[in-house]
């Protein structure tokens, strides 16, 4: 039996990728033009699955040297100076021992260990010594090193920093105005700010009293167009050894409202669904969708109780289609919404932690199976 041809969770393998051509040669094309940029769009629409494709291109290429830096981890400066470390220095192609050479010459207040990954690789970790305790020396070292990879390399060096939200929200000022310095003045490297929340890029590239004003040119990552979407979903599936008609497929990246990371999730759900020969149609579709709000059913319920009564109105309202005009005053009173200042205020709010999310001047779910999942819950 073919094994699910649906992923989810975790960013994908090149080769999977659908859609996204034009992305990937518009992003490689502009970092080899030099520019920063910040890449937004929101969770689960496929930023580290393109980035990953756009690393692939520029390591074949020989103009731009990438360093993939994940901020996910960096739950304090020094956790993040480790990370930053090992990005600089570990490339998979190497030794250890060129690694380690590299570690020493770059970022010598690092500690190597020899590390043995699940699929039994080695690699290095690096580790601060705990008697260093001049951390903004080492700060500013940490910093200046792309400089230097540049120079050893012989090319240009993109820093991706993927995931740059997790370390706004724990770094402190000081280490962000060093970093904002070191973009600013290095003229043999690039940055590259990936970033979920389209008002976090505005607040930090576009308001004059932050350190990174004007450093890089926010790109929104649009979803992939339906069409396309369809019909990498027909040839999954049908590499997997079932037809499914294009209705149903344009159905499932409906229902997913286009985020690419749902629409992973639903189609894995319809091929769990189908792959015994059950016929693959509209009911084995509805099933598929009812297994998948039932999975997330404790995750809504929770994100449920935290919302306000006012809240709670506004994400029924869109969740009942109501994506513009939410301020109206004919929408405020029927809706039961506070009033146009609580709306707006509620949008602002509920942006921040993820749930709702603007797209093209129309609210949308972030989770688009929290929205189905109160439809029913609610009627
Ligand atoms: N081009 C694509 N085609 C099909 N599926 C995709 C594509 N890009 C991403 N996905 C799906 O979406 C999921 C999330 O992708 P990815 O991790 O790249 O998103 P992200 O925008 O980086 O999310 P986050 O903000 O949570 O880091 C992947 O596991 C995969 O299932
Ligand atoms: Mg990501």
Not at 81 to 110: R, W
Not at 206 to 211: F, G, K, M
Not at 237 to 265: K, P, T
Not at 325 to 341: D, E, I, N, Y
Request: charged fraction near 30%; charge should be neutral.
């Amino acid at each position: 039996m073919s094994s699910n041809p649906f992923r989810f969770g975790r960013p994908l393998d090149t080769s999977r990728l659908i859609g996204r051509e034009g992305e990937r040669k518009e992003l490689v094309r502009s970092v080899c033009d030099r520019r920063n940029l910040a890449l937004v769009a929101p969770r689960g629409m496929g930023k580290t699955s393109l980035l990953r494709a756009v690393i692939e291109d520029l390591r074949q290429g020989d103009e731009v040297y990438p360093v993939y830096v994940d901020v996910f981890p960096a739950i304090n400066p020094r956790r993040f100076a480790e990370i930053y470390a090992s990005a600089l220095t570990m490339e998979p192609s190497q030794s250890i021992e060129s690694m380690q050479e590299a570690v020493q010459q770059l970022v010598p207040s690092f500690l190597p260990r020899v590390t043995i990954s699940g699929s039994g690789r080695p690699g290095l970790q690096l580790d601060l010594w705990d008697r260093d305790r001049d951390i903004q020396r080492l700060m500013d070292n940490l910093f200046d090193a792309p400089v230097q990879v540049a120079e050893d390399r012989g090319r240009r060096v993109l820093v991706i920093f993927d995931d740059f939200e997790d370390l706004l929200s724990v770094a402190e000022d000081s280490l962000l105005v060093k970093l904002s310095q070191a973009v600013r003045k290095q003229r043999t490297v690039s940055y590259l700010f990936v970033l979920r929340r389209e008002s976090t890029a505005k607040r930090v590239f576009s308001e004059a009293r932050s350190p990174f004003y004007r450093l890089s040119e926010p790109v929104v990552l649009d979803p992939v167009p339906d069409q396309a979407m369809v019909l990498g979903l027909e040839s999954r599936f049908r590499e997997a050894g079932r037809d499914v008609e294009v209705d149903l497929l344009f159905r499932i990246v409906e229902w997913a409202d286009r985020s690419c990371h749902y629409v992973q999730m639903l189609a894995h759900a319809f091929y769990e669904e189908i792959r015994d020969g059950r016929a693959a149609d509209e009911s084995a579709l509805r099933a598929a969708l009812a297994h998948v709000l039932e999975a997330g059913a404790y995750g809504f319920k929770s994100t449920w109780d935290q919302l306000s009564p006012h809240q709670r109105n506004l994400v029924l309202a869109v969740a009942q289609g109501h994506r513009e005009r939410l301020h109206s005053q004919r929408m405020v009173f029927q809706l039961g919404l506070g009033s146009p200042s609580t709306v707006s205020k509620n949008l602002k709010s509920l942006a921040e932690r993820e749930i709702l999310q603007k797209r093209e001047d129309q609210i949308h779910f972030v989770d688009p199976f929290f929205g189905a999942w109160l439809q029913r819950r609610m009627t």
